[in-house]
């Protein structure tokens, strides 16, 4: 994983949007630990950077056009809290909740 901890959220959160709309794989897992835990309400829970990685390429594969737009953060302490809009066209009918999208990080200690 990626040292993170001298990184600021909002910094952390611009690489992790130019890995995701450049569809680099490697560079946003780069970004979670292999044991993270990502809770969305499109993706539902997702512990291990594996299940992670499934979701994100399954989102990709699935929304050809997806694109995140106008996100706003909101940093408290070591949580990160992101709502934006993310569009797409669900090409092969996969999409099973809807709901606006939030992220909430929290950046921990690599211990």
């Not at 001298?6 to 910094?11: A, M, Y």
């Not at 992790?16 to 993706?43: I, K, S």
């Amino acid at each position: 994983m990626a040292t993170v901890a001298n990184e600021s959220l909002p910094d952390l959160f611009a690489r992790w949007l130019r890995a995701w709309r450049a569809r680099d794989m490697a560079a946003l897992l780069d970004l979670y630990a292999d044991n993270c835990v990502v809770e969305t309400p499109t993706m539902g829970t997702l512990t291990g950077k594996q299940a992670f990685e499934e979701a994100e390429r399954k989102h990709f594969d699935n929304f050809q056009d997806i694109h995140f737009e106008d996100p706003e953060l909101m940093a408290a302490g070591n949580r990160l809290v992101v709502t934006a809009t993310v569009t797409g066209t669900d090409a092969n009918g996969v999409l099973t909740r809807q709901g606006a999208l939030g992220y909430v990080t929290e950046l921990l200690s690599g211990e």
